[in-house]
């Protein structure tokens, strides 16, 4: 089951994603954690920390999943 994240704004970075769910502290580790570990955004590899997320958009990380709304 997906939680849901719910922006106010047209999109939120991959990065912002990571920090705001708590999976890294800071913004500055978003970098060396996409190095080392798999996401996935709509089923796909991602690695980019600036990537785009818009609402509907699935988030996988670590077996969480992250819709976004």
Same mark, same amino acid.
């Given at each position: 089951?997906? %939680?849901? &994240?719910? &922006? +106010?704004? =047209?999109?939120?970075? $991959? /990065?912002? $994603? !990571? %920090? ?6 800071? /913004? /500055?580790?978003?970098?060396?954690? !996409?190095? =080392? *570990?798999?996401?996935?955004? *709509? /089923? @796909? $590899? @991602? *690695?980019?920390?600036? %990537? %785009? !997320? ?7 990380? +670590? +077996?969480?999943?992250? @819709? &976004? @709304?």
């Amino acid at each position: 089951m997906s %939680k849901k &994240i719910t &922006i +106010d704004t =047209e999109f939120i970075t $991959l /990065g912002q $994603l !990571l %920090k705001d769910t708590g999976i890294i502290a800071t /913004g /500055g580790q978003a970098k060396w954690y !996409l190095r =080392e *570990n798999s996401v996935s955004l *709509n /089923g @796909e $590899l @991602e *690695n980019r920390r600036g %990537k %785009k !997320l818009r609402k509907g958009d699935v988030v996988v990380v +670590d +077996d969480q999943s992250f @819709e &976004i @709304e």
